[in-house]
């Protein structure tokens, strides 16, 4: 066969070119293609799609974002499926709003982007002295060119135009508050008679075939879960900094190029007298706000004691006129600047030879005290530039040890101690570790994505290490079974008083109840036989410490029918009797706190609006998320 291939070769080339070119021209290259290279689809919107490279995309730049901001936060809550699923309902709505606002040709004008980004305060650290935009330091902090977040400011103004016009137009009246108010913080006259379980216990007897049968019943109630003992490392920015040493020379160095900031810099106190002309006054009112503050400068450098005497008397300065100009002690930056250069230039006791002109006005200085900068002994802050020095080369080799960390725990699998080895870790050891993280569990252990790896088929039955699994900004972790005890049922011998404590529970609630309904029955045929405690108000806001269902109950009466008697069933808290006396108004509110009210009402009904409008736009722009919802999202109880 192959001797027929290398003899025919020419020939089987012209036969295979034949056949498959003409393929891809009838067909298309993107069909012969791995449908992996194009991305799986995860949404549609208006018959684009959004495909899983792009969603991926999206939540790490999303995560790169938070964690900027917030640098503690568990990796483990933004990796969540929740979290990413959030991230592709956010997208798909951005497609549909831009598919609404290109359909009813919403535009942003020039002048109104603008007016946006001469106000944005985020871009004034991007100009220059000069005011022009700095367009290199922009592109550097946030990874694209100016003319690209033009695009996205201009493309999110329009869509929040879509949503505009419906949610301005919520309209709440007075009237329509204060009824959903006031069913809010209604509140019920009551009195109450309780029959509680535990009361009714000692009538309660179980036989060991009821306790059997019962266990049964409710096997699923008697789960021992399933559990591992582990080995795991930790690779941090701290055990980074352990390797790394610091020589004698560069800490020198650093101390002798950093000694103003490991010091405390110097201080000067100065008083001034200002005579303000403000960036709006005329040509007219400056000259003539200048004139007068070199009359003043003369006039205290005639006579300077005189100074805090004529600032209390001229200065316009609000806030340090009355103190006679006194200005308290400053360091270099916190006086603009022409007003700083002055007074640094100075020397103690000295008074300004001009007036200085700044934004404000016109100043007069006087420079009362110095307070030199001191810089401590090397040997006092040696410690503090060795941790310094450790943090910044431990950023730089962090990202090697990382790639180190993933390569040792990969291929040595069957052992953590060659990374451990290698990158001079600690090997710790956890025991009755669950799939789910415990509540309240910090660090590794409670990183739901560490738990996933552990509890992997490769991890659990092959006792393999995991993958180096991101558990922090700055954080890996690998960690391998050592046992693994799979979920199982506890014999009945070994949880026998615990179903006897559940059966007990049961049947004594269920007495409870019975002994309730025969109450309210008799008391309802005989209301003076009732025996309630004293009346007690009840509200939403005021629960008096009674169960929910209680409060609901109570409140679920019909107030035209009022005084009456009612019956609640607490389940496992028993029954509960109650007369409801009477509806009582709600204490009187201060006028601002109302209008609060009408105003989060008003934005409660147009949330509802914008949500029943975008559910309609999602409709007709066929807007569909193809991946099931993560599990973590859903509602308790529907899972």
Known sequence: MFDFFRKYNKVMMVVLFLLIIPSFVLFGVERFMDGSQKGEVVAKVDGRDITRPEWDARHRSEVDRIRQQMPNIDAAVLDSDMARYGTLERMVRERVLAAEAAKSHLTVSDDRLARYFAQEPGLASFRKPDGKFDRELFMRASGQTPEQYEAAVRGEMATQQVMQGVHAGAFVSKAQADATVGAFYERREVQLARFKPEDFASKVSVSDAELETYYKEH???FQAPEEASIQYLVLDMDSVKKGISVNEADLKTYYEQNSARLGTPEERRASHILITAPSTATADEKAKAKAKAEELLAQVQAAPATFAEVARKNSQDPGSAEKGGDLDFVTRGAMVKPFEDAMFALKKGEISNKVIETEFGYHIIKLDDIKPGVVPPFEKVRASIE?????????????????????????????????????????????????????????????????????????????????????GANQLAAGRVTQYSPARTLPFAEVKEQVRTQLTSVRAAELARKEGEAKLAAWQADPKAAQLGAPIVLSRTDTQGQPQQLVDGALRADGSKLPALVGVNLAAQGYAVLRVNKSLPREATPPEVAQREVQQITQSVAGAEDLAYYDLLKARYKAQILVPRAADALPAGTR
């Open 387 to 471: 941790n310094d020095l450790r943090a910044q080369q431990a950023t730089a080799e962090f990202a090697k040890a990382a790639e180190a960390f993933s390569d040792a725990v990969y291929q040595q699998a069957d052992s953590l101690q060659p990374a451990a080895d290698k990158l001079k870790l600690t090997i710790q050891t956890a025991s009755k570790v669950s799939r789910q993280p415990v509540p309240g569990a910090a660090g590794v252990l409670g990183n739901r994505n560490f738990l996933n790896a552990l509890f992997a088929p490769d991890s659990l039955e092959r006792k393999h290490n995991t993958e180096a699994v991101e558990v």
């Open 219 to 221: 096997v699923a109630q």
